[in-house]
């Protein structure tokens, strides 16, 4: 027999072994002898009172076994010399498309124009130190996308959209810790998707498929409304039956070609702001209700806020606890930041986007001549904003963050995670207003929900512009372009996926409708 139940574990029960099995026994009036195994379906922490707790949802098999396997099975064929599809970018979505063309028995062809996981180091540490951005090998651009030097969270809004789990399973079929199946807000961290993500692309060669890097598509020929081929940047021609678009939202090159091309696309509501860095304990004694170190037991806290100025959201976005802030730029000339954590997510500090929702169509009117791209250029000016207060390098201007709510320059900011190193700039005034003076009062509101988060020890850094792609990418029901049929946009650059588990989701659609439409 088996039965599912919720448990709740304090702190200091949590530490002593077999606790499970005495709270389900007891929970059950069994015997302890009665219970084969207790497996955890779920385990989340309720941190709302002093006594903190962790809540666990499981299942207790009594005088049965637990199944040994996962219900999810990943039956890849050779598909060596089968029907190709072409997949341009090896990002989540492009991954995870080319494994489901696996699976039905189709051979992917992938075509990534930045490098495999080791060498794309290399061109990291470039950017860090030596503030050179290699336009095709970055932390957006490269072997997994934007997804391998991520942060790794995996949570997803978009349950709807598919099987969630089935990527989880899929995830831990390539290394991922299994105990991404059962947390609550599940976490793969940054030093471990490299592994990942070179296990994906093993699966990929093993069967037939191809993975090309260095790789870059540069054009489209349609013929008749229909893709009939692709250049690369090499030279090369190939002749192609379905094309799976998934260049993520920094590739902004590809917009601008299918827009040269008169291929339709659509401007996009998106969100900018800056990304706010705290010492790490400071978040934890708001969050764990503690004056010290947080409890041995407890991860790095998390907070998720959000607060609505003048009719747009502001919010708090990718919030990496115990992590790191990186020059996320794809472009010299540009300063983009980002976030990401270590699985252990012990660093000293704590950095969260927050960010300001832009409505496309009545915010930036001064773009309007820009047309469906207009979102897009205001990204890259406020970028170029950036690299210019910050003394035009990969070095970013940053305020500490009551100096940007109070409208004065800092004499000295506090201490940062940033590589690249931060210049003092007024932010406050150098960013539009829309955004700059929503998210003022959007920090001044933060500190009354969250006391203790308004504080001189954090540093407001910009910018944080590349939230989700200001275009998007229309696709009729069958997913192919309206315009192009064969064309599949894909992803977080079609506009269709917000994170790494909705990515490699869209990716899986798009493999499916494509091979459906052949
Ligand atoms: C620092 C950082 C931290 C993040 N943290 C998280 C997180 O914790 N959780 C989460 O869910 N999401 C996170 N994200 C966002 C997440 O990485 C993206 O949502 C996701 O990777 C989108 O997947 P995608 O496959 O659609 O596109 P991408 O991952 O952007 O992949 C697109 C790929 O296409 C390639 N490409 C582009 N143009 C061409 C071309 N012309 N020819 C050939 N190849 C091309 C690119 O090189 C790239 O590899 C983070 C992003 C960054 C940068």
Redesign the pocket.
């Known amino acids: 027999m088996i039965k599912e139940l919720q448990l709740r574990v304090s702190i200091r029960e949590e530490k002593k072994e077999g606790i499970l099995d005495i709270k389900a026994a007891s929970f059950l009036g069994i015997d302890k002898k009665e219970i084969n195994a207790v497996k955890i379906l779920r385990k989340s922490i309720d941190a709302r009172k002093k006594l903190i707790m962790f809540n666990y949802k499981v299942a207790v098999y009594i005088q049965e076994l637990p199944p040994e396997t996962s219900d999810y099975k990943f039956d890849y064929k050779d598909v060596s010399s089968a029907k190709e599809i072409h997949i341009?970018?090896?990002?989540?979505?492009?991954?995870y498309a080319a494994l489901r063309c696996i699976e039905l028995g189709y051979k992917p062809i992938v075509?990534?124009?930045?490098k495999d996981v080791q060498n794309r180091r290399r061109d990291l540490k470039a950017i860090n130190q030596d503030h050179f951005v290699n336009e095709?090998s970055n932390?957006?651009?490269?072997?997994?996308?934007?997804?391998t030097?991520?942060?790794?969270?995996?949570?997803?809004r978009s349950l709807k959209r598919g099987d969630v789990r089935r990527i989880f399973e899929n995830l831990v079929y390539h290394g991922a810790t299994d105990q991404i199946l059962v947390d609550a807000h599940p976490h793969i961290g940054t030093n471990k998707l490299p592994k990942v993500v070179t296990n994906i692309r093993e699966t990929i060669l093993k069967y037939g498929g191809e993975v090309h890097f260095e790789?870059?598509?540069?054009d489209f020929v349609v013929i008749d409304k229909k893709i009939k081929a692709i250049h690369l940047k090499n030279g090369a021609e190939m002749t192609v039956n379905a094309v799976i678009l998934?260049?993520?939202?920094?590739?902004r090159?590809?917009y601008e070609l299918l827009h040269d091309k008169n291929i339709a696309l659509k401007a996009k509501s998106f969100a900018m702001g800056v990304r706010v860095e705290h010492p790490q304990q400071i978040i934890d004694s708001i969050q764990y209700h503690c004056q010290d170190e947080r409890n041995e037991l407890l991860p790095a806290a998390a907070y998720s806020l959000v607060h609505q100025v003048k009719d747009r959201g502001v919010y708090s976005f990718?919030m990496?606890p115990g992590g790191f802030i990186?020059p996320?730029a794809t472009a010299n000339g540009e300063v983009v930041v980002?976030?990401?954590s270590p699985s252990k997510r012990n660093n000293e500090f704590a950095n969260s986007g927050i960010v300001v929702e832009i409505d496309v169509e009545k915010d930036i009117p001064k773009y309007n001549d820009f047309g469906v791209l207009k979102g897009l250029e205001f990204q890259k000016d406020l970028e170029k904003l950036a690299f210019n207060a910050g003394g035009r390098s990969q070095v970013a201007p940053a305020q500490r963050l009551t100096d940007f709510v109070e409208g004065r320059l800092s004499n000295d900011l506090n201490p940062t995670s940033y590589q690249p190193g931060l210049k003092s700039a007024p932010l406050h005034s150098l960013l539009p207003k829309m955004i700059g003076g929503r998210l003022r009062k959007g920090f001044a509101a933060f500190g009354q929900k969250m006391n203790g988060f308004y504080t001189d020890q954090a540093n407001v850094i910009g910018v944080e512009s590349?939230t989700s792609s200001p275009v998007n990418i229309p696709r009729k029901e069958n997913l192919s372009h309206p315009e192009v049929e064969g064309l599949y946009p894909?992803?977080?650059?079609g506009g269709y996926?917000?994170?790494?588990?909705s990515?490699a989701m869209?990716?899986e659609r798009c493999a499916e409708a494509a091979i459906e439409n052949l």
């Open positions: 341009i970018g090896f990002g989540p979505a492009g991954m075509l990534e124009r930045g095709d932390y957006c651009f490269g072997e997994g996308g934007a997804g030097y991520s942060d790794g969270k995996l949570y997803t790789t870059k598509v540069v998934a260049t993520g939202h920094s590739a090159d590809v990718c990496c990186v996320a980002n976030g990401m590349r894909c992803g977080e650059g996926a917000g994170g790494i588990i990515a869209d990716g």
